[in-house]
């Protein structure tokens, strides 16, 4: 019984190792597909969101209190400097005015009394003709009536002005909003706002950097000469903005927090068409004419925020099957190499490499996925885009 299970072993154990001659050796390449890097000159534009903004723009506050009896403009329009557009009920400030000026005139009539007496009793004190506490009253009763003067005059300017506060004018040319009050809303001082209105033409269009990007702004702020298209803008419909603009201000600091900092550019809106608090897009033009490397996207890999690609390798390696004499000890074989690169501008399917790579070695567009540091490729089957990095027939 014995001697038969060892012999059924023995078979089994035959079988089995006549099986595996029969497979054939694991093929350990990886098909990828090659692409010579080539030194290409590309036309781009850097892109950030952007939000218009109007270079000037101010609250309306009534100065004096009191109901609104006029509204003389056509709300969401443009507006010229010094277009009446309210007026709060005047008839108490009138009526103050009037008042002051009637106090005014009193102490004038008053002052011209005092300087007659006081004429009289300095001629008369000339001649010892009069009391010296007389003519002393009438000199200080003199000075009384021209300080009442002025004060009733300070009056009169301050009821004046009060009275002017009761029409409120544009202080600008640009455009007005909503109204906030309607015909009789009672107003307080300093409190209610009664509109808003704001520079138009030009419009000012405010986008973030990152503080690493400031010494190229720098030098296109002082540039003295750019091209025209240097700067452009998406509207929110993804149509482009007909004019250019220009850089008018950078930011006095860097946000500490975020290590960012505002850019403001400049543009004519003689249509109107961009408004105040517009969401854009703002396009600013290469200025680097010279040629640049240039490989499909797909051909990068990011880990941890860092980004590589596999470049193929001719090397040299034993052959197993030569003998330790044989000329032909060696094999070249093609392996991938991971390289870090430092990535530039995506354009389209494709992206600029900064550094890492030279023009003429050839990376990895197929196949990435299931590479590794120094692991075999061939190309000698060719794989889709699509292909997922598997090889096909």
Do not use: W
């Not at 012999?7 to 595996?20: E, H, I, M």
């Not at 903005?241 to 600091?253: F, L, Q």
């Not at 400049?266 to 408004?275: A, E, H, I, T, Y």
């Amino acid at each position: 019984m014995n001697k038969a299970i060892l012999t059924t072993v023995f078979a089994s154990s035959l079988l089995l190792a006549a099986c595996a001659k029969k497979q054939p050796p694991a093929n350990t390449e990886v098909p990828v597909n090659l692409l010579k890097v080539t030194k290409k000159t590309v036309l781009y534009y850097d892109k950030y969101p952007a939000t218009t903004a109007a270079l000037s723009q101010v609250s309306l506050l009534p100065q004096v209190q009191g109901a609104v009896t006029g509204i003389f403009f056509t709300e969401g329009t443009h507006v010229k400097k010094g277009q009446k557009l309210y007026t709060i009920d005047e008839r108490l400030y009138k009526d103050a005015y009037d008042a002051a000026v009637a106090n005014l005139q009193v102490s004038q009539g008053t002052l011209v009394q005092s300087q007659q007496d006081a004429d009289r009793y300095d001629y008369l004190n000339k001649y010892n003709a009069v009391a010296k506490q007389l003519y002393d009253h009438a000199v200080i009763t003199l000075q009384n009536a021209k300080n009442s003067v002025k004060s009733s005059e300070q009056a009169v300017k301050s009821a004046k002005t009060n009275l002017s506060y009761s029409t409120i004018y544009a202080p600008f040319d640009g455009t007005i909003g909503l109204s906030q009050v309607k015909l009789g809303n009672v107003v307080t001082v300093g409190t209610t706002v009664l509109n808003t209105i704001s520079t138009d033409n030009p419009m000012a269009v405010d986008f973030v950097i990152n503080e690493k990007q400031l010494p190229k702004f720098e030098k296109l702020q002082f540039a003295k000469k750019t091209i025209d298209s240097l700067f452009t803008i998406l509207l929110p419909d993804g149509s482009l903005y007909p004019a250019t603009g220009k850089m008018s201000v950078i930011d006095r600091a860097v946000d500490s927090q975020t290590g960012s900092i505002t850019i403001r550019l400049v543009f004519s809106n003689p249509k109107g068409v961009l408004r105040t608090g517009m969401s854009c897009v703002v396009k600013v033009h290469n200025q680097d004419t010279e040629p640049q490397l240039v490989i499909p996207s797909k051909a990068v890999v990011e880990q941890m925020g860092e980004y590589f690609v596999y470049v193929a390798k001719d090397t040299l390696v034993n052959n197993p099957k030569a003998g330790a004499d044989s000329a032909k000890n060696q094999l070249k074989q093609l392996r991938a190499s991971e390289k870090k690169v430092q990535v530039g501008q995506t354009i389209g399917a494709n992206v600029v490499i900064k550094s890492g790579i030279d023009e003429g070695e050839r990376v990895v567009v197929d196949g990435v996925q299931t590479l590794h540091d120094n692991v075999q490729i061939t190309t000698a089957n060719k794989i889709g885009p699509s292909a997922g990095g598997k090889g096909g027939k």
